[in-house]
């Protein structure tokens, strides 16, 4: 039996983290990454390899990484564990110290009537799923797109850019229903709108239908919407069998179940990425985050922390900061939203600005920003950012993270010491973040301070 001082299963971005990271952490360490797949994919990726990547092979997440930090890749797939080791299907037994699950998710699978059909796809991580449908949408013309999570409205970007016909249906009210606030999806809709998408918001599809192949999708208002192929985005679920297999901690919606440090119920197997359960930093409670970001961050820390703590988590529980671009709107957003707060009972204050992002807003490239931001209303303290614009909306939505984890009030944004330049930032004079901010704070004059219930 050949046995390592750490195992990682799963070979995503949250498992080359984590090995990456123990590698730095532990030197002397022999660590392996296990992984299923003999191709890894970069999952943030899979929208584009539709139309701004010219194949799925333009995806892949190398394993020069890997190798260049001295991790032995092995593929395989665990199916047992005997106390301090662990059976691969092929026979193979592999001791070790310390184990990390990085299992990642797989695609959520609605019970729709007629989902089976032919001409109905799945979206996936799965190499080979991902070439046949690249294939399929090659030669389709017009295409349903069923969820409008980031995922969603990311791929009817991509078809719209390729020359598609795109419906994209979603069942709740809004686009980026879990992500962002109403007027945000709002603008994220006539975006797609103005490049030719039809989008129906608030009806979810009944049932697929078709003879030999499905070529329609009832909606529930009963209307039908026909197609040439439909691809289902409708979230992600954790994989939580491997778990199950380890005999540790899990819930089946939330996932692995792990401490602040990832460790889960047994002190020496450790969970990253989509597979392990996330709590809100405001509330405490379980929160279904499946982001790149956030699994990185994870892998760093359980990596960095796997034989003694090396490395002090400062922010408790898990802050959702994600940033998507649709036509020639970017969208970020980080911490909580309006509709979070109001759901979570919160009192808060917005503040709004609206800018360009050159000086004067007439020189090449300049497109609007704007911006809202959510204070607590007795503590003033930065709760939460949305921001539209142009490209650099993703660094901005960055620094509103930094801000966040670093409990900066709204006096301590306020006289933040910027560099602005005109082909590069919005005036000085309307530097959104601070003028946002400024917004807030006239707010605490002028707007009466009811006592909380």
Request: with cysteine.
């Amino acid at each position: 039996m050949k046995k390592y001082d750490v195992i990682i299963i799963g070979g995503g971005p949250a498992g080359v983290q984590a090995a990456i990271s123990a590698r730095n952490s532990y030197p002397e360490k022999t660590i392996a990454l296990i992984r299923k797949e003999k191709t890894a994919l970069i999952p943030c990726g899979i929208p584009y390899v539709f139309h701004s990547l010219s194949s799925v092979d333009d995806d892949i997440l190398s394993d020069t990484l890997l190798q260049k930090h001295d991790v032995d890749i092995i593929i395989g797939e665990v199916i047992h564990r005997e106390t301090k080791s662990i059976i691969l299907r092929n026979g193979e037994k592999l001791g070790f110290d310390k184990l990390v699950l990085a299992t990642g998710s797989s695609p959520v699978v609605p019970p729709i009537p007629g989902r089976d059909k032919p001409g109905v796809y799945i979206l996936s991580k799965e190499y080979d799923q991902l070439v046949r449908l690249r294939n399929a949408v090659q030669s389709a013309v017009r295409i349903l797109i069923v969820g409008s999570g980031y995922v969603g409205v990311e791929l009817a970007d991509e078809l719209l850019k390729a020359g598609k016909s795109v419906v994209v249906v979603e069942k709740l009210p809004t686009l980026l229903p879990n992500s962002v606030d109403p007027e945000f999806s709002n603008m994220v809709r006539q975006e797609l709108e103005r490049l030719g998408a039809e989008v129906k918001t608030g009806t979810g599809v009944k049932k697929f239908v078709g003879d030999d192949c499905a070529t329609a999708a009832v909606l529930d208002d009963d209307h039908q919407v026909q197609f040439d192929i439909a691809i289902v985005s409708v979230g992600f679920r954790p994989n939580i069998e491997m778990a199950r297999t380890l005999g540790v901690q899990l819930d089946r919606k939330y996932g692995v179940i792990v401490d602040e440090y990832l460790r889960t119920s047994d002190p020496d197997v450790f969970a990253v990425g989509d597979c392990a359960s996330k709590r809100s930093c405001y509330t405490g409670q379980y929160r279904q985050i499946m982001l790149a970001s956030t699994a990185m961050s994870q892998g760093r820390l359980a990596g960095a922390n796997l034989f003694s703590i090396n490395v002090l988590k400062s922010f408790p529980g898990t802050l959702d900061s994600f940033a998507t671009k649709v036509g020639d709107l970017a969208v970020g957003v980080t911490g909580l939203t309006e509709t979070r707060a109001e759901e979570m009972g919160a009192q808060y204050i917005i503040g709004r600005a609206e800018t360009v992002n050159r000086h004067p807003g007439k020189l090449p490239g300049a497109k609007k920003v704007i911006m809202k931001l959510i204070f607590a209303r007795y503590s003033h303290v930065l709760l939460g950012a949305q921001i539209v614009g142009g490209e650099s909306v993703g660094e901005g939505i960055n620094m509103l993270s930094v801000m966040i984890q670093k409990k900066m009030t709204d006096m301590e944004i306020d006289t933040l010491q910027i560099g602005t330049h005109p082909l590069l930032t919005p005036s000085p004079l309307a530097y959104a973040v601070i003028t946002a901010t400024v917004d807030a704070i006239m707010k605490w004059y002028h707007e009466p301070i009811s006592t909380p219930s």
